[in-house]
């Protein structure tokens, strides 16, 4: 079962993209032509930076789960040398 940390992370990390496809969607950052407003451009900024935090952390709960051994390869443990040199 997912922590409640993870999910409230997960959807912490959705809910400010969603803000700034509105803020695409409602106009005040255009593509074309192109135009920007300073709060749009401000706002998404702050978005993108708690999008970025809540999602990092999410993804530090999944790894620290082991919910992404695929992202990560199989490291071999380093074998450890019992014998001493003899001198």
Do not use: Q
């Not at 912490?12 to 803000?19: E, S």
């Not at 999008?51 to 051994?69: I, P, S, T």
């Amino acid at each position: 079962m997912l922590s409640m940390m993870l999910i409230l992370s997960l959807v912490f990390g959705i809910l400010p993209l969603l803000g700034i496809a509105w803020i695409f969607i409602s106009g005040m950052i255009s593509i074309w032509p192109p135009s920007a407003t300073v709060d749009g451009l401000f706002m998404s900024l702050i978005l993108l930076s708690l999008a970025a935090c809540f999602l990092l952390n999410a993804y530090w709960e999944m790894r620290d789960r082991g919910m992404l051994k695929f992202l990560h390869k199989d490291k071999k443990p380093a074998d450890k040398v019992s014998a001493v040199k003899a001198s």
